[in-house]
């Protein structure tokens, strides 16, 4: 099972949810401010501060037909605050932090003492954590800097201040109380806490703090997924029964769209498109490819100078879309069509729309134009592929729609994944919850999450009954 709270007005709610039917099970009501939930032999548990400066402790318990309620301990809260004041709770022992004013507090709510109250400006109240077993506290501050405290019979006493290499760390400690990660500005440091001096860093990660939306394409054969981010250089192929890379290409110029066809891989750059030969490992021996590698490069003759913000290539590789917003701007954007062979431009028009999008037979081109809203033209080519005439759709676009697909699945404001028949099938994690515009299925078996956020995509397959 798990927990979500959320309060209205002077009120918490706890909703209890089977994580394997995704049905609702239980909701907890009560007055107070939620400070801490957490997970106790098989039972849900969580800290309730309420009025008249008590703090109770609940827990939720169930068996076959039974949900039981019950409350193990009433805690005495700190004093001086109020039901909105943020704060943390440790249940291993009880332990509450808080900051009021500009004085960092450590609070005792069984013993009915402070163990910590230290004055600095500089303290983050956003970015306290306990270690499992209680021993040691710590807190970051607006600077570079974590200050850590550890347990002692009287309270928590100084024990080091663990400089960072970046601005408004939060600390977070590891399940056997030794390390310590401080964490933030896309940057991950682990400090080890076994020496008694003031460690530097073991190790520094750099985690992605890119905010380019991804661009994702399945093969048509569902054995392979592609994607880059926006406007990056940096392709990679992955196998979806594996999970292992299959190639990852430096295109050398700046990739806004992809598209598979048979086992090449068509990638939309700038003024250009670049073939590889995926069946030859494309043209790669060590799973590394570059334009070299590559079998096929057109250049485009665009008469817009500025970069496109999404690219569509046609499934026979004939033809591509590129699209501008003018949203941003306050000007008009456009669509423009290019014949691949010769790179040629032989349709455009005005209009604000982006990610467009080619049907699987080639003879319909769809784009999102905002609000939900999806705009269309059939393609009518004239005289081969010299000259092509689009006829305006109306209604929506086919099941195939990548964005949004009766075949697929939905992603709701809470992060539940609902199949097609709008059954809960999981509950994402906080960071990964997306808008429908950031979902992309595929033949409603694949679900794709491209939130901007995420170091990469996160590819499920999952069962639509």
């Known amino acids: 099972m798990v927990g979500v709270a959320y309060t209205e007005e002077s009120d918490t709610f706890i909703r209890i949810y089977n994580i ?27 800290a309730i501060i309420v009025p008249a400066e008590k703090m109770s402790v609940c827990g939720i318990a169930f068996a076959p037909g039974h949900c039981y309620e019950n409350v193990t301990d009433t805690l005495a809260a700190p004093p001086g605050i109020n039901l909105t004041t943020p704060l943390l709770f440790s249940p291993s022992p009880y332990r509450v932090s808080y900051i009021l004013g500009h004085t960092l507090k450590v609070w005792d709510p069984q013993g ?18 306990f270690s499992p077993d209680g021993g040691f506290f710590a807190c970051g501050t607006v600077g570079s800097d974590i200050y850590l405290w ?17 601005t408004s760390p939060a600390p977070l400690f590891s399940p056997d109380n030794k390390s310590v990660i401080a964490w933030g500005r896309s940057m991950l440091q682990l400090f080890s806490l076994e020496d008694s001096a003031t460690p530097a860093p073991d190790d520094t990660f750099q985690t992605s703090g890119q905010k380019r939306p991804f661009i994702l394409e399945f093969s048509p054969d569902n054995s392979s997924v592609a994607f880059a981010r926006l406007g990056d250089k940096v392709v990679t192929v992955i196998d979806l029964k594996s999970c292992a890379r299959r190639i990852v ?27 590889w030969d995926l069946s030859k490992g494309g043209g790669a021996s060590d799973g590394k490819a570059t334009i070299k590698d590559s079998v096929r490069t057109t250049g485009l003759r665009s008469l817009v100078t500025r970069r496109p913000e999404f690219t569509s290539i046609s499934p026979d590789l004939l033809m591509l879309a590129e699209t501008w917003s003018g949203r941003k701007t306050g000007n008009v954007g456009s669509i423009v069509v290019y014949d691949v062979e010769t790179g040629v431009q032989i349709w455009g028009t005005k209009v604000d729309c982006d990610k467009p999008w080619f049907s699987p037979d080639g003879g319909q081109i769809w784009c999102d134009v905002g609000a939900g809203e999806e705009r269309g033209w059939s393609v009518v080519k004239t005289s081969g592929l010299d000259e092509i005439e689009l006829v305006p759709l109306t209604g ?45 299925v595929w033949n409603g078996r694949f679900l794709a999450l491209l939130h901007s956020t995420l170091s990469q995509p996160v590819i499920l397959e999952l069962d639509p009954e």
């Open 20 to 46: 394997h039917s995704g049905e609702r099970i239980h909701t907890h009501q009560c007055v107070g401010s939620l400070a801490g939930m957490w997970a106790n032999s098989g039972s849900l548990q969580f």
């Open 150 to 166: 550890k347990g002692h019979t009287s309270g928590y006493a100084f024990y080091r201040k663990l400089p960072s290499s970046f």
């Open 249 to 275: 290409i430096d295109a050398g110029t700046e990739v806004y769209g992809l598209k598979f066809s048979d086992d090449a891989i068509a990638v939309g750059c700038r003024q250009e498109l670049i073939v």
């Open 396 to 440: 929506s676009p086919p099941e195939t729609w990548p964005w949004r697909s009766s075949c697929g699945y939905t992603v709701t404001d809470d992060g539940w994944i609902h199949n097609c028949k709008g059954k809960p099938l999981m509950l994402l994690p906080p960071s990964w919850i997306s808008n429908e515009r950031n979902v992309r």
């Open 112 to 129: 009915r003492r402070y163990l910590l109250s230290n004055e600095d400006a500089s303290f983050n109240g956003s970015a306290m954590a």
